[in-house]
């Protein structure tokens, strides 16, 4: 079964960025699917982006794509999220999701079965 670890959360200014790291433990990484999700306070978690096992297809929100770009390493069981031009509506916690034998892409919370903990990342003055 896969576990997952996320880090690199902070907090960072308005326009600023920072990279996420999503690190799985306990199974073949390159055969499971990533998406990373976030949560707001008061917000129902969000669908962020996607990557696909093997080939590496990408799925982004509409109001991420262009900033957000998403990437994976299967040598370091690692995805990554990088976040650039940050706004204070970004500030949520980040939450990466793994699901096995998908060769597709969704942002929808339900399509995932592992989860991280989250890291939390804050954009403000």
């Known amino acids: 079964q896969l576990q997952l670890v996320e880090s690199g959360g902070g907090l960072v200014q308005p326009g600023g960025s920072l990279r996420l790291s999503c690190v799985g433990f306990g199974s073949t990484f390159g055969g499971w699917t990533i998406g990373w999700f976030r949560q707001a306070p008061g917000k129902q978690r969000e669908g962020v982006s996607c990557?696909?096992?093997?080939?590496?297809?990408?799925v982004y929100a509409d109001s991420m794509r262009g900033r957000f770009t998403i990437s994976r390493d299967n040598a370091k069981n690692t995805v990554y999220l990088q976040m650039n031009n940050l706004f204070p509506e970004d500030t949520a916690t980040y939450y990466c999701?793994?699901?096995?034998?998908?060769?597709?892409?969704?942002?929808?919370?339900?399509?995932?079965?592992?989860w991280g903990q989250g890291t939390q990342v804050t954009v403000s003055p």
């Open positions: 999701a793994a699901v096995s034998a998908a060769g597709i892409c969704s942002i929808r919370a339900e399509f995932f079965s592992n």
């Open positions: 990557i696909t096992r093997y080939t590496g297809t990408t």
